[in-house]
């Protein structure tokens, strides 16, 4: 059970990048002769590798990176050259990079390109199929299946064997598995990758994503010295980290079927009675595909069960397509006008409609027999302002990031769902409900009995070090630290500065702001840009800093050497320091610093926000982030501290948050004569778990020493903070709190959630 103890580093936050393509081919990209492999039934149950994915790799390999995109989105081909760069740093023996299909729903000729370019793989093996995706990569306008054909003739197939294979259709019912498995492990809608079964979502960085490859290498290499065969290594690495505590957040209990979250009805619409035995709450969006189909599938449900199903809207994240928007406030009007049944009439006519721009919505109007002079204006002051933002917030709360996602009696299911799986679900509940009844609960009182101990959800609690020479602002001995992990090419960064800006000023000695840089690969001009802040830093300070800071966010599309340049004038730089500091990339280590200590965390996507001791992907002012901080302030000392910019190193909070480290304890049991043991060292130890009640959950004793080294992820964050110091042949005593260990998760059976944990460790070597 001790691999175990390896905690997964990278999170989940929603969108990342997919397998490179390139014309230059190596021979060890070409399939062997070998069958198929089979990667044993625990993978196959979660991400397996078979027959017809492409690639490129060993199957010995000890790192296998699944990656499920398409060939047509933005994103994904934004990202091509990112996993270009991770594959080539590695031998074929220790990464192997395996391609899924995952076409986006938005993208109206993704599946058509999916079936083709598998079509030219299994025709063309891996060097058609790598011509083919470099053609796709290029194109950067909108497609239709003549390009599509036309990229495949390119890269080898012939008109006859292209018709026919389509025709065949083996190559479509390839691309139709990968969609149901990406489905099934939260990643349909491209790009989305897993590292050994951790998922990563969002446009990592090269180093990120290397990040995650070290960490999983090491487990794997552990995994190995224990005495699993290299074939075994994927399965047990999967069947570890997909699941496993402390990993990512969207892979673990957000996919549970049967974990419950306490999702409230509150005055939501709702078809059907309440006392149905089966509430199902669906976070949807109008415009929204997927949603359409689910919804469909919903409508199919509850003319199956009749008065046993009951249907309760919640606006869900809608797509980026602004006329949403109006639609969300039209269907509410006709609530408003007329109740539940005149919003879901409203509701059926909003999906059946093509458009929506202002003249459909008053012909819904009118077809709905609504007064327009009435619900328009009604529209147009978005009335229902607060209803829309309640169920955002609770979104939040719940960590819905993309819509349609439901929740049958509390138990959720992600992404785009078919009539089959819901209502086996239901049937489920059903029963359960139908022994409750019999109890002598009333029905009204079935679904508050339900979900009345389910779970809410919380951010990432994680203790993220700050750096002595990060730029800062606000107060310098600030009692609430927020840390901004953010590049100078990001649009949403903007509206985190001027958020965060406001929370300083608004809290004058308490609020400390510190800049972590992580560049997005695709924001190509952001290294520059962060190598000039960090010589401003260095010159003029905290002050020069968030002056040059504010000029390049100013103009984020502009950001040429020239700009820099010009930028660093104006604030009155040494411009010959700053020219030798961006030639000499001398800044180049403190960022990649912070890239590594957001891998650590992981910290995948910008901007990122680590409020005391919660990490918030994505946040900005949203209302999980104004609770956080809110909650924050209200336990910061509110005392008379110095504020003001400087170039000095930060200054820790003047008291733990919210008891973060305040149960981390170590005694030593035996003073060690040996080597001393030091972050970055590969340490050799024996050690004993228990919980505070004294109950054992894991022991070394008697078996092989435990390797790994420290400081780089490879274990939970409390050893690294334990085991420094040591020399070999001490013992020591670590008293390790749940947010340096297992969290909020805990780990299977053995270790509860929030679980204080205790370890007698011994040090049995070190080496550098």
């Known amino acids: 059970m001790h691999r175990r103890l390896f905690l997964p580093v990278l999170v989940a936050v929603p969108f990342l990048a997919f397998l490179a393509c390139r014309a230059h081919v190596r021979s060890s990209d070409v399939p062997s002769s070998r069958p198929p492999e089979d990667a044993g039934a625990g993978a196959l149950e979660r991400i397996p590798i078979e027959e017809g994915d492409v690639v490129r790799g060993n199957r010995l390999a000890y790192v296998t990176l699944v990656v499920f995109s398409d060939f047509v989105s933005a994103a994904g081909k934004a990202t091509v050259p990112t996993f270009d760069r991770v594959r080539d740093a590695y031998p074929i023996d220790t990464l192997r990079v395996v391609y899924k299909n995952a076409p986006s729903a938005t993208a109206p000729q993704a ?281 955002q917030e609770l979104a939040e709360d719940l960590e819905i990031t993309v819509s349609p996602q439901l929740f049958v009696n509390g138990r959720r299911l992600i992404g785009e769902q078919s009539y089959e799986r819901v209502s086996a679900m239901v049937e489920e509940e059903i029963k359960k409900a139908e022994g409750i009844l019999r109890s002598g609960i009333e029905p009204s009182a079935l679904y508050d009995w339900f979900i009345k101990d389910g779970q809410p959800s919380e951010p990432v609690r994680k203790i993220v070090p700050i750096p002595s020479n990060a730029p800062w602002k606000g107060a310098q001995a600030g009692s609430l630290v927020i840390q901004a992990f953010s590049d100078f090419q990001c649009g949403p960064c903007r509206k985190a500065d001027t958020f965060l800006e406001d929370v300083a000023k608004q809290n004058p000695g308490v609020v400390k702001v510190v800049w972590r840089d992580l560049p997005m690969s695709q924001h190509l001009a952001d290294p520059l840009a962060a190598e000039a802040a960090r010589e401003a830093y260095v010159q003029k300070g905290s002050e020069g800093f968030w002056r040059m800071h504010d000029r390049l966010n100013a103009t984020q599309t502009n950001l040429t050497r020239e700009d820099v340049e010009n930028h660093a004038k104006a604030i009155g730089l040494d411009i010959e320091k700053l020219r030798r500091a961006l030639d000499t990339h001398v800044h180049r280590a403190a960022i990649e610093a912070d890239e590594r200590a957001a891998a650590e965390n992981g910290i995948v996507a910008v901007p990122t926000l680590v409020i005391g001791p919660w990490v918030v992907a994505g946040g900005s002012n949203g209302p999980r982030v104004k609770k956080l901080v809110a909650q924050q302030l209200g336990e910061a000392p509110r005392t008379a501290v110095a504020t003001g910019n400087s170039s000095s190193g930060s200054t820790p909070p003047t008291r733990p948050l919210t008891g973060v480290g305040s149960k981390f304890n170590v005694v030593d049991l035996v003073v060690g004569r040996g080597p001393e043991a030091k972050s970055g060292d590969e340490v050799a130890i024996h050690y004993r778990a228990r919980l505070v009640d004294g109950r054992e959950v894991e022991s070394t004793y008697g078996k092989s020493p435990h390797s790994f080294r420290l400081g780089t992820g490879a274990a939970i964050a409390g050893w690294n903070r334990a085991i420094p110091g040591m020399r070999v042949g001490g013992k020591r005593r670590a008293t390790i709190p749940p947010e340096l260990a297992f969290g909020n998760h805990g780990m299977g059976k053995s270790i509860p959630p929030n679980s204080v944990l205790v370890f007698d460790i011994e040090l049995v070597s070190v080496s550098p």
């Open 111 to 391: 599946k058509f390109a999916a079936t083709v370019g598998q079509g030219v793989h299994a025709s063309r093996g891996i060097v058609g199929f790598l011509k083919y995706r470099e053609l796709a990569s290029r194109e950067q306008q909108a497609v239709g299946p003549a390009q599509i054909r036309q990229w495949a003739l390119s890269a080898g197939l012939t008109p006859q064997e292209l018709d026919r294979g389509l025709e065949a259709g083996a190559w479509a019912d390839k691309v139709d598995r990968d969609i149901a498995l990406a489905r099934r492990v939260g990643a349909a809608e491209p790009p989305m990758s897993f590292v050994n079964g951790v998922a990563l979502s969002g446009s990592a960085s090269a180093e990120a994503l290397k990040s995650a490859v070290e960490v999983e290498l090491a487990k794997a290499k552990a995994l190995e010295q224990a005495g699993v065969a290299r074939a075994d290594i994927y399965e047990r690495a999967v069947a570890a980290n997909l699941f496993a505590p402390g990993g990512s957040r969207e892979n673990n209990e957000l996919l549970d079927p049967k974990a419950i979250w306490r999702v409230p009805v509150a005055t939501s619409p709702v078809r059907g009675k309440p006392t149905a035995l089966v509430t199902i709450v669906a976070f949807s969006a109008f415009d929204c595909p997927a949603c359409q189909r689910t919804g469909q599938a919903l409508d199919k449900v509850t003319s199956s069960f009749s008065s046993r199903v009951r249907i309760v809207w919640k606006d869900g994240p809608p797509p980026s397509h602004m006329r949403v928007h109006p639609a969300v406030y039209l269907a509410r009007a006709a609530r408003a006008q007329r109740g539940d049944q005149g919003f879901w009439d409203m509701h059926d006519r909003i999906f059946a409609a093509p458009h929506l721009e202002d003249g459909d919505l008053e012909m819904l109007t009118r077809a709905a027999e609504l007064d327009p002079k009435t619900i328009l204006p009604m529209v147009k002051a978005q009335s229902s302002k607060r209803d829309v933002e309640a169920d």
